[in-house]
């Protein structure tokens, strides 16, 4: 899900924040944990998009979510 944030004192003090960000309401209660996106932070991936994409379609171990899910419940 999406929020649009439109006041301008909120959107400055996210574009400025470096890390976790909680957002809370008035009374301190956490309504959730924002991160800025890598993009944001200057960050730039050292492999290129068909790097990546190459080794997506090259990976081929590993097991689903729901499998490994039903192994922890069973131990």
């Known amino acids: 899900m999406s929020i649009v944030i439109s006041d301008p004192k909120v959107i400055a003090e996210l574009e400025a924040a ?3 960000v909680d957002l809370t309401d008035p009374t301190g209660r ?3 944990t ?3 996106s890598a993009s944001l932070l200057g960050i730039q991936s050292p492999f290129s998009d068909g790097e990546i ?3 997506r379609m090259a990976y ?3 097991k689903a979510s729901g499998e490994i899910f039903k ?3 069973s131990e």
């Open 60 to 62: 081929t171990s590993g």
């Open 34 to 36: 924002a991160t800025p």
């Open 30 to 32: 956490l309504l959730a």
């Open 71 to 73: 192994r922890l419940r």
């Open 18 to 20: 470096i890390g976790r």
């Open 53 to 55: 994409e190459r080794r």
